[in-house]
Antibody, heavy 116, light 109 residues
Framework: QLQESGPGVVKPSETLSLTCTVSGVSLSSSSYYWGWIRQPPGKGLEWIGNVVWSGVTHYNSSLASRVTISVDTSKNQIYLKMRSVTAADTAVYYC??????????WGQGTLVTVSS | ETVMTQSPVTLSVSPGETVILSCRASQSISDDLAWYQQKPGQAPRLLIY???TRDTGIPARFSGSGSGTEFTLTVSSLQSEDSATYYCQEYNNWPAMYTFGQGTKLEIK
């Protein structure tokens, strides 16, 4: 199971920071990638990036300059940091196991609103 | 970058009917395609991966087919709980890139 956590409101130009806690599987023994996906209100899904247990990351090129994804296998957590946020970054942020495969797993999502 | 185009954007059908949703890739993605169902306020739920393999617990009413650039999701014997938005997702270049279609909103009358 995956559970996202973090502030629900972030001010414009500041950094959005989210944590995804993974339970039921050890990140250090998993060959899956663990990713972040977001969904602005009323809109579609956008892949942000993903990380594997060794720390190797891949990012959506449209967001790569502002995003850092990391992993802490000792805590079984993955992290998202997005810098210089604007109102366009207001969205529900999901963490998920990737690629899609048997017994797929997504978090419930957390709404982050960018507002002063 | 592969562009995924879904059609139709919205549709309304009656219970018991069968519906076919389409997803087209701008370039060949082999069978690296997934279908998700999303209901309001919920996370997406994986229905199909590998273009045609149902995830655990997904009813046989849901079936996927296709390869290359053309894919379909068929939902038969439609029920009221099938009202949702359906997304396709390609992962042919994973882990470096995943792309979603814009979604098809299905309403059961």
């Amino acid at each position: 199971q995956l559970q996202e956590s973090g502030p629900g409101v972030v001010k414009p130009s500041e950094t959005l920071s989210l944590t995804c806690t993974v339970s039921g599987v050890s990140l250090s023994s998993s060959s899956y990638y663990w990713g972040w996906i977001r969904q602005p209100p009323g809109k579609g899904l956008e892949w942000i990036g993903n990380v594997v247990w060794s720390g190797v990351t891949h990012y959506n090129s449209s967001l790569a300059s502002r995003v850092t994804i990391s992993v802490d296998t000792s805590k079984n957590q993955i992290y998202l940091k997005m810098r210089s946020v604007t109102a366009a970054d207001t969205a529900v942020y999901y963490c998920a196991r990737l690629p899609p495969d048997r017994d797929d797993s997504w978090g419930q999502g957390t709404l982050v609103t960018v507002s002063s | 970058e592969t562009v995924m185009t879904q059609s139709p954007v919205t549709l309304s059908v009656s219970p018991g009917e069968t519906v076919i949703l389409s997803c087209r890739a701008s370039q060949s993605i082999s069978d690296d395609l997934a279908w998700y169902q999303q209901k309001p306020g919920q996370a997406p739920r994986l229905l199909i991966y590998g273009a045609s393999t149902r995830d655990t617990g997904i009813p046989a009413r849901f079936s996927g087919s296709g390869s290359g650039t053309e894919f379909t999701l068929t939902v038969s014997s439609l029920q009221s709980e099938d009202s949702a938005t359906y997304y396709c997702q390609e992962y042919n270049n994973w882990p470096a890139m995943y792309t979603f279609g814009q979604g098809t909103k299905l309403e059961i009358k």
